[in-house]
């Protein structure tokens, strides 16, 4: 059963047809509106009205005609909704609206090699050359200077490879005489001679393992690697490996080449319709929740999907005190916090996904727009928002319990302000025989937003 809440609306409706009722409830100018997933708490109402209040001003600003945001935070989990889709088949966004996610794909490419290494299949330090083979059976020659490059520096981004080919770069392998390289894989075709080419032309600029140097066209690699050595296509090792086990049912490669109402169209940054669905992976927020779900370990998985996860969240390289990367993960440290993130950038379409599992807490955020704020923007202001309303619904508990007459030391004549008041409201138990006073009474939001928070508040 689906809960959708709309940002005009304080009553929260209930139907047994979540599709049906998702497209019943939504106007023309698609406000928006929240959806908590199935079996799961939903978010607090006072974090779900702040939130689309942001999701709204995040439009206007980009000029991107809509945005789907998945969000959890200690159990409590929403999809966040808003506009349309744009195109000739224009229909408000729902859970199930698909969208690229550009550059967020390479944390799924990541997984896939983690999977095989949780096997025993490789190492993450064995040269990437050996699992590079293109369709005319062109291997990278073992004298090449990138023979010296392994998986490692590929999935740290720290292998030297440019982000893709400069024009004398792509002149030199026939890189116009084939197929774009993602588009092959995409396609689950072999990797074109030209890519082969390129990489037995290639000397790097500096010592591979020793810098950060972002790069597309390395993860391209990490990619066809993994496909090579499960001996599988890239779709049906993606769909083995990680959608499958998940339960993402719309994530993949070319699911939006037709145009549907489930997909989303991509604008420029001064709203525009971008002219064609861009190559790589699709996704929903509802499946970008199942997918935060499972990297924060809330999903119970396998042993070898937990162990590939667990194994591309480690760091491997170290660029500065508060930047680290995992397998394709940003890891960014502040004291004791951590952030995992990753942000995406296509034709028209923004995308951006963080974690916090040291709070366990996690948020995907979808658009097709291309205009700034970037998304990781609306993100973390997410993450942000959740934590600052969490704990002032806390300090309202605690706020009703002073205006009671509780306090703190008061415990022997029962009004001990913890003891007395807001420990048995947080356990929704009776009161100790000795409390000298009745509870406040608290709306059950409140403390079902402080749990999420603090869940031993007042312990």
Same mark, same amino acid.
């Given at each position: 059963?689906?809960?959708?809440?709309?940002?005009?609306?304080?009553?929260?409706?209930?139907?047994?047809?979540?599709?049906?009722?998702?497209?019943? *409830?939504?106007?023309?100018?698609?406000? &928006? #509106?929240?959806?908590? %997933?199935? +079996?799961? $708490?939903?978010?607090?109402? !006072?974090?779900?009205?702040?939130?689309?209040?942001?999701?709204?001003?995040?439009?206007?600003?980009?000029?991107?005609?809509?945005?789907?945001?998945?969000?959890?935070?200690?159990?409590?989990?929403?999809?966040?909704?808003?506009?349309?889709?744009?195109?000739?088949?224009?229909?408000?966004?729902?859970?199930?609206?698909?969208f690229a996610m550009g550059s967020v794909q390479k944390v799924f490419h990541a997984t896939l090699l983690a999977y095989e290494i949780a096997q025993g299949k490789v190492r993450i330090d064995d040269p990437a050359a050996k699992y590079l083979v293109a369709v005319n059976g062109n291997k990278v020659s073992p004298g090449s200077a990138f023979s010296?490059?392994?998986?490692?520096?590929?999935?740290?981004?720290?292998? *030297?490879?440019?982000?893709?080919?400069? &024009? #004398?770069?792509?002149? %030199?392998? +026939?890189? $116009?005489?084939?197929?774009? !390289?993602?588009?092959?894989?995409?396609?689950?075709?072999?990797?074109?001679?030209?890519?082969?080419?390129?990489?037995?032309?290639?000397?790097?600029?500096?010592?591979?393992?020793?810098?950060?140097?972002?790069?597309?066209?390395?993860?391209?690699?990490?990619?066809?690697?993994?496909?090579?050595?499960?001996?599988?296509?890239?779709?049906?090792?993606?769909?083995?490996?990680?959608?499958?086990?998940?339960?993402?049912?719309?994530?993949?490669?070319?699911?939006?080449?037709?145009?549907?109402?489930?997909?989303?169209?991509?604008?420029?940054?001064?709203?525009?319709?971008?002219?064609?669905?861009?190559?790589?992976?699709?996704?929903?927020?509802?499946?970008?929740?199942?997918?935060?779900?499972?990297?924060?370990?809330?999903?119970?998985?396998?042993?070898?999907?937990?162990?590939?996860?667990?194994?591309?969240?480690?760091?491997?390289?170290?660029?500065?005190?508060?930047?680290?990367?995992?397998?394709?993960?940003?890891?960014?440290?502040?004291?004791?916090?951590?952030?995992?993130?990753?942000?995406?950038?296509?034709?028209?379409?923004?995308?951006?996904?963080?974690?916090?599992?040291?709070?366990?807490?996690?948020?995907?955020?979808?658009?097709?727009?291309?205009?700034?704020?970037?998304?990781?923007?609306?993100?973390?202001?997410?993450?942000?928002?959740?934590?600052?309303?969490?704990?002032?619904?806390?300090?309202?508990?605690?706020?009703?319990?002073?205006?009671?007459?509780?306090?703190?030391?008061?415990?022997?004549?029962?009004?001990?302000?913890?003891?007395?008041?807001?420990?048995?409201?947080?356990?929704?138990?009776?009161?100790?025989?000795?409390?000298?006073?009745?509870?406040?009474?608290?709306?059950?939001?409140?403390?079902?937003?402080?749990?999420?928070?603090?869940?031993?508040?007042?312990?």
């Amino acid at each position: 059963m689906w809960i959708v809440v709309l940002a005009a609306a304080l009553p929260i409706f209930v139907a047994t047809m979540a599709c049906l009722f998702v497209g019943l *409830s939504v106007s023309v100018d698609a406000p &928006a #509106q929240e959806v908590a %997933a199935p +079996g799961a $708490g939903a978010c607090s109402a !006072p974090f779900v009205t702040k939130a689309n209040a942001k999701l709204e001003s995040y439009l206007a600003t980009t000029k991107a005609s809509g945005v789907a945001v998945a969000f959890f935070d200690n159990g409590h989990t929403c999809v966040l909704v808003s506009g349309v889709t744009g195109g000739r088949t224009s229909s408000p966004v729902t859970p199930k609206t698909a969208f690229a996610m550009g550059s967020v794909q390479k944390v799924f490419h990541a997984t896939l090699l983690a999977y095989e290494i949780a096997q025993g299949k490789v190492r993450i330090d064995d040269p990437a050359a050996k699992y590079l083979v293109a369709v005319n059976g062109n291997k990278v020659s073992p004298g090449s200077a990138f023979s010296r490059i392994t998986l490692r520096n590929l999935a740290t981004h720290t292998s *030297s490879l440019p982000r893709g080919p400069d &024009a #004398q770069q792509a002149k %030199a392998a +026939g890189w $116009g005489r084939y197929p774009d !390289p993602g588009w092959t894989l995409y396609h689950d075709q072999p990797m074109p001679p030209s890519l082969t080419a390129f990489l037995n032309a290639y000397q790097p600029p500096y010592p591979p393992g020793t810098r950060y140097s972002y790069s597309n066209i390395g993860f391209i690699l990490v990619a066809y690697s993994a496909a090579t050595l499960a001996d599988k296509p890239y779709s049906k090792l993606l769909s083995e490996a990680v959608t499958g086990p998940i339960g993402m049912t719309r994530t993949g490669p070319a699911i939006c080449d037709t145009p549907s109402p489930l997909c989303a169209q991509g604008h420029n940054p001064a709203g525009q319709a971008a002219a064609a669905p861009p190559a790589g992976l699709w996704s929903t927020a509802e499946d970008m929740l199942r997918f935060i779900e499972a990297n924060l370990g809330v999903l119970k998985l396998s042993d070898l999907p937990t162990r590939a996860i667990t194994i591309a969240h480690q760091e491997l390289f170290r660029e500065n005190e508060n930047h680290a990367v995992g397998m394709a993960w940003e890891e960014w440290h502040s004291g004791d916090a951590l952030l995992l993130s990753k942000d995406g950038l296509v034709t028209g379409f923004a995308a951006w996904m963080g974690l916090e599992p040291n709070r366990h807490r996690g948020v995907a955020v979808l658009s097709n727009g291309t205009g700034k704020p970037a998304p990781a923007s609306l993100g973390q202001e997410l993450l942000a928002l959740s934590e600052t309303t969490y704990s002032e619904m806390c300090d309202q508990i605690a706020a009703a319990c002073e205006q009671a007459g509780f306090a703190y030391g008061q415990q022997k004549s029962g009004r001990g302000l913890e003891v007395d008041c807001i420990w048995p409201i947080m356990q929704g138990a009776p009161q100790p025989p000795q409390a000298g006073r009745p509870l406040p009474h608290i709306d059950p939001q409140v403390v079902t937003a402080c749990k999420a928070s603090n869940p031993n508040f007042g312990h």
